[in-house]
């Protein structure tokens, strides 16, 4: 982890699965992060998955979106999803996948960012594009 993230986001990352019960649900779990990159690992299991046997859409969805919204966050940005847009490319299957956020603009009002979602074999399976709103800023709201 490296040392440009803030105490605000390192003492928030103690509190991430209390205040996010859905991914605590799915078992996601923050894997590495710096800033402006994250990383989130999840175990793909049986009931993730639909008719086809395959990761539920959702879970992808819910993977690659949660990756960039913390990617907003290690630059001490509180965001919402404004628009997202995902090319599904494989099938996401059990197992060990894993999900990277990465911040290409950050701006005062909104954030840019790109997210993939790979298999347990390494193979990209998602890719996506995200614009988030800034509904809070750490640096100058500190006791947020």
Avoid: Q, W
Wanted: net charge negative; hydrophobic share 40%; aromatic share 8%.
């Amino acid at each position: 982890m490296a040392s440009d993230i803030s105490a605000h986001v390192k003492k928030h990352f103690d509190e991430f699965y209390e205040a996010n019960p859905f991914l605590a649900l799915l078992g996601v779990r923050v894997t590495s992060f710096e800033r402006g990159r994250v990383r989130l690992d999840m175990d793909v299991k049986h009931e993730h998955t639909n008719v086809h046997r395959i990761a539920h859409g959702g879970v992808a969805a819910t993977m690659v979106d949660t990756a960039m919204g913390i990617a907003c966050f290690t630059c001490d940005k509180g965001v919402v999803t404004l628009e997202m847009n995902m090319s599904f490319i494989r099938p996401v299957l059990e197992g060990r996948v894993y999900a990277e956020g990465e911040v290409i603009h950050d701006g005062k009002h909104t954030m840019v960012c790109e997210g993939r979602v790979y298999g347990e074999d390494g193979e990209l399976c998602l890719k996506a594009g995200g614009t988030f709103f800034v509904v809070r800023n750490f640096v100058e709201n500190p006791e947020e």
